[in-house]
T-cell receptor, first 112, second 112 residues
Framework: DQQVKQNSPSLSVQEGRISILNCDYT??????FLWYKKYPAEGPTFLIS?????DKNEDGRFTVFLNKSAKHLSLHIVPSQPGDSAVYFC???????????FGTGTRLKVLA | KAGVTQTPRYLIKTRGQQVTLSCSPI?????VSWYQQTPGQGLQFLFE???????NKGNFPGRFSGRQFSNSRSEMNVSTLELGDSALYLC???????????FGPGTRLTVT
């Protein structure tokens, strides 16, 4: 039972263009959402988060959008840079247990 | 501030053996969570400790156990290792339960 799904295992984007990574969830008890970036041989690094009471949060080149009615989350990276090439995980927090549930990740490749 | 540290970084064990992994959280962080990452499965939650007490538990067999010490350092133990336990084990710390988690580099366990 995958409560957090990242349906695209991989994504390739040209440098300078927009990267859009998507995440769907099923549990309406999730109240906080995060995106992490992971390079090989390193642990995931926290990127950006959004509370369920908001629909958008921006931090520099990174913007996260939340559509609660569709139970959909997306991360926009503009402009994309080769250094953004990594695996991106979305995670959702259960408001009852405070447990984080992670998606399976999307591998982003930004082509120079 | 030093990040989350995990030891050892790499480990090779034989089926049937047991293993103990260690995690030192960021100074001041009292919550430590453990995750298993395998290809295609994302990060699977094992358990979370806060103030030496297990707060949350994932869906793993009893062979997987953990503990937390008074200085917030945590250990994870896996007994009677199986080939399927080969994975990257990640530790994450946060100030308290439910806050953003910061990950260590992981311990790569290979069971032969």
């Amino acid at each position: 039972d995958q409560q957090v799904k990242q349906n695209s295992p991989s994504l390739s984007v040209q440098e300078g263009r927009i990267s859009i990574l998507n995440c769907d969830y099923t549990n309406s008890m999730f109240d906080y959402f995060l995106w992490y970036k992971k390079y090989p041989a390193e642990g995931p690094t926290f990127l950006i988060s959004i509370s369920s009471i908001k629909d958008k949060n921006e931090d520099g080149r990174f913007t996260v959008f939340l559509n609660k009615s569709a139970k959909h989350l997306s991360l926009h990276i503009v402009p994309s840079q080769p250094g953004d090439s990594a695996v991106y995980f979305c995670a959702a927090r259960d408001s009852g247990t405070y447990k984080y549930i992670f998606g399976t990740g999307t591998r982003l490749k930004v082509l120079a | 501030k030093a990040g989350v540290t995990q030891t050892p970084r790499y480990l090779i064990k034989t089926r049937g053996q047991q293993v103990t992994l260690s995690c030192s959280p960021i100074s001041g962080h009292r919550s430590v969570s453990w995750y298993q990452q395998t290809p295609g499965q994302g990060l699977q939650f094992l358990f979370e400790y806060f103030s030496e007490t297990q707060r949350n538990k994932g869906n793993f067999p009893g062979r997987f156990s953990g503990r937390q010490f008074s200085n917030s350092r945590s250990e994870m133990n896996v007994s009677t290792l199986e080939l399927g336990d080969s994975a990257l084990y990640l530790c994450a710390s946060s100030l308290v339960t439910g806050y953003e988690q910061y990950f260590g580099p992981g311990t790569r366990l290979t069971v032969t």
